[in-house]
């Protein structure tokens, strides 16, 4: 992977938290992974990716090794999300990503995160290529058996769950209610039990956005209202970082 020519984050969104203020903050921005506060090099990475500097992250997660994984990987996460306006190279970003993190994941240092964040980076290179290529390639077994790993092991790991909950919501989406339960063990009731879940744990502007996307996705009733005010509700936040600061201005602009 290659971050020296990554763009930098808009301005606006850059923010400029010293270690202090970050260790405060940590509880709050690591609710919905249960990530330890860390300390020495790591904290400096992370520090690098809560102020927006997602280039600057990844490299000093890439030198820690695997200790270094979710930060690496939430960093190209965020980074092809905000920022990266080639599709192209969003989605080779997001291939390299997850395949540092399936090798990296099974070597060294190992905390459920490293299996979350690689789980998630899989999912946004599937949203990337489309679910259905996805499917086809047997990115959704592998997706849904780390986040498998992760709650068995972790039940309060809302992010895992608002993943779990898009799996299942985007499958049916694609393959049908009937196809998706049979074939890949998606069903809405386990979407919509997830969904309730990650909220009850960790209402963050980006669980709430991603409850909505699973709402419509389910095609519920009322899926554009509940879609709406969950969006609402994220658009309403104060940001901690920078990406809660993108999440919050991505609800706000699909309120406009």
């Known amino acids: 992977m290659k971050f020296n020519d990554w763009h930098d984050t808009e301005p606006t969104y850059i923010l400029t938290l010293n270690k202090t203020e970050l260790k405060d903050r940590w509880q709050n921005l690591h609710q919905a992974d249960l990530a330890q506060l860390p300390s020495g090099d790591l904290l400096d990475a992370w520090l690098s990716f809560h102020n927006g500097h997602f280039s600057e992250a990844a490299k000093k997660g890439r030198g820690l090794g695997s200790k270094g994984l979710p930060v690496l990987l939430r960093s190209v996460v965020a980074y092809t999300d905000y920022v990266c306006e080639d599709d192209k190279l969003s989605t080779e970003l997001l291939r390299d990503a997850f395949h540092y993190g399936v090798e990296t994941s099974e070597s060294g240092h190992f905390d459920f995160n490293c299996e979350f964040t690689t789980a998630l980076t899989m999912g946004r290179y599937s949203q990337s290529i489309s679910i259905t290529k996805a499917l086809h390639q047997g990115m959704g077994g592998k997706i849904k058996t780390r986040l498998d790993t ?96 993108m999440d919050i201005d991505f609800a706000q602009s699909q309120l406009d």
């Open 150 to 245: 992760v709650l068995k092991h972790q039940p309060n790991h809302a992010e895992a769950h608002i993943a779990m909950a898009l799996y299942h919501a985007e499958v049916i989406n694609k393959v049908g209610a009937t196809l998706g339960g049979i074939t890949y063990g998606a069903k809405p009731k386990l979407a919509l039990k997830h969904i309730d879940q990650a909220l009850s744990l960790a209402p963050t502007a980006i669980n709430l956005i991603e409850a909505g996307n699973a709402y419509i996705l389910l095609k519920e009733k009322d899926a554009v209202e509940k879609a709406t005010a969950l969006y609402q509700q994220a658009a309403d936040m104060e940001p901690l970082d920078a990406v809660q600061a």
